[in-house]
């Protein structure tokens, strides 16, 4: 997938790479995607969790070996 | 307006610290509006790490010298073994880059987190605001806290 931002939280562990994503949207243009690495298996479940609460469009996750990119579309 | 967050720290214990500066950068990354009301033994997380923390009388005097506090110096609330359990506890969190309370208090800090110390404890503690770090906003008792936790979505006790 195509992103505008790429966010490295990997190695982290929660609630540093929500943190850091709510840090970094915030920098971003509406309508512009962000890509977050990370490799803490919450993510999977956070990144969406916290889309859903801050009205950000979550736009899925790839897994490769590990490392888990989330994509997410500044809505809001 | 955003939806607000309350939480009463009143445990001085790390681990807690950390579950409850892990909320509260949890509920300002979502928006909300963050406050934490510190009190009893949950004011060491907030004491300044340097220097002597001053109060008159012996009691009050020896409390505080037991009972030091700031946020480097918090104890585990279970295998701390006389700091042996802290020092493997900083060691794992060290290794999985995790930060540490202090680390957490200043990035809470910086996204906005409110810190609120009780008055009341402080008074029979016998300490002032000298004895905290400045990133204390407001010195308040229960009416202080009712007032953000009457309109809070999330209050939590810790």
């Known amino acids: 997938m195509k992103a505008d931002?790429?966010?490295?939280?990997?190695?982290?562990?929660?609630?540093?790479?929500?943190?850091?994503?709510?840090?970094?949207?915030?920098?971003?243009?509406?309508?512009q995607v962000l890509e977050v690495l990370a490799s803490d298996e919450g993510i999977k479940e956070d990144?969406?969790?916290?889309?859903?609460?801050?009205?950000?469009?979550?736009?899925?996750?790839?897994?490769?070996?590990g490392e888990i990119k989330v994509y997410i579309k500044k809505t809001k | 307006m955003a939806e607000k967050m309350t939480l009463i720290v009143f445990s001085g214990d790390m681990d807690k610290a950390l579950a409850a500066f892990n909320l509260a950068i949890g509920g300002a990354s979502i928006g909300m509006e963050v406050s934490m009301f510190f009190t009893f033994w949950g004011l060491n997380v907030i004491k300044k790490n340097e220097g002597p923390i001053k109060s008159k009388?012996?009691?009050?005097k020896m409390l505080n010298f037991m009972n030091r506090g700031g946020a480097k110096r918090l104890g585990l609330s279970k295998f701390h073994m006389f700091g042996m359990g802290k020092w493997m506890m900083g060691k794992l969190m060290k290794d999985t880059k995790s930060p540490s309370p202090q680390e957490l208090m200043t990035m809470a800090h910086q996204?906005?987190?409110?810190?609120?110390?009780?008055?009341?404890?402080?008074?029979?503690?016998?300490?002032?605001?000298?004895?905290?770090?400045?990133?204390?906003?407001?010195?308040?008792?229960?009416?202080?806290?009712?007032?953000?936790?009457k309109d809070g979505r999330i209050n939590l006790f810790i």
């Open chain 1, 47 to 65: 990144a969406p969790a916290w889309c859903r609460t801050t009205g950000n469009e979550f736009l899925g996750m790839e897994e490769k070996g």
């Open chain 2, 57 to 60: 009388g012996i009691m009050r």
């Open chain 1, 5 to 31: 931002a790429t966010l490295d939280c990997v190695g982290l562990y929660c609630p540093m790479p929500i943190h850091q994503t709510a840090n970094k949207l915030k920098e971003l243009k509406l309508g």
């Open chain 2, 111 to 149: 996204a906005g987190v409110k810190f609120i110390a009780c008055t009341n404890s402080m008074g029979t503690m016998g300490i002032g605001k000298d004895a905290f770090i400045p990133e204390v906003d407001t010195y308040g008792g229960v009416a202080t806290y009712l007032a953000d936790a």
